[in-house]
């Protein structure tokens, strides 16, 4: 069965300090993976498109990198501001979309 | 340029009650997709429009069904509404010519069944 795990499902972390949010996939046929930040209130804001194993994409203190299984998004010296819900999502090859269940993530000043 | 905008924003209807949620996509897309968000299964997709034809369906009963306009507006119905209807309802647009285009979402519409 396809599917998308994220993990952690929660993580603390103090201002500064840095961290990776994992999400794995098991799919019958990859055509893309997404990264999307979530703010309480608000749909999905669209952050990053993976598309083959070994590539990587940064924006800000978001890096986020792909392999045959498993996706990261790296957080170098988080801020307050970067406290949201990531979504994870696949694109398979019939075109449907799967998203994972989101890392709640929560930096303290 | 305009994002995704989904009216009404808030909702609240009776069980045995029927709603209808808009949505009009980023100006070009022609693709539009509704999710159902609710915070135990996370984002579940329900069906994406292409050109007023219904291009896929997820595992969502007969009384969710939608529809698209020649417009690219889309919406979205649900009718016998029951208590675990209540959610967040996302619409997002996406560029079908463009490989890969990822979707881009509006804010939502939430539902509460009493």
């Known amino acids: 069965e396809d599917q998308v795990t994220q993990s952690p499902e929660a993580l603390r972390l103090q201002e500064g300090e840095s961290s990776s949010l994992n999400c794995s996939y098991t799919?019958?046929?990859?055509?893309?993976l997404f990264w999307y930040r979530q703010d309480p209130g608000k749909g999905p804001e669209f952050l990053f498109t993976l598309y083959s194993a070994g590539e990587e994409k940064e924006k800000e203190r978001l890096k986020a990198t792909l392999t045959k299984k498993e996706s990261f998004l790296h957080i170098t010296a988080p801020k307050p501001e970067d406290s949201a819900t990531y979504l994870c999502a696949v694109r398979k090859r019939d075109d449907k979309i799967i998203f994972g269940k989101g890392t709640r993530l929560h930096i303290l000043p | 340029k305009a994002g995704v905008t989904q009216t009404p924003r808030y909702l609240i209807k009776t069980r045995g009650q029927q709603v209808t949620l808009s949505c009009s996509p980023i100006s070009g897309h022609r693709s539009v997709s509704w999710y159902q968000q609710t915070p135990g299964q996370g984002l579940q997709f329900l069906f994406e429009y292409f050109s007023e034809t219904q291009r896929n369906k997820g595992n969502f009963p007969g009384r969710f069904s939608g529809r698209q306009f020649s417009n690219s507006r889309s919406e979205m119905n649900v009718s016998t509404l029951e208590l675990g209807d209540s959610a967040l309802y996302l619409c997002?647009?996406?560029?079908?010519?463009?490989?890969?285009?990822?979707?881009?979402f509006g804010n939502g519409t939430r539902l509460t069944v009493t």
């Open positions: 799919v019958s046929g990859l055509r893309g």
């Open positions: 997002a647009s996406s560029h079908p010519d463009r490989a890969n285009s990822p979707l881009h």
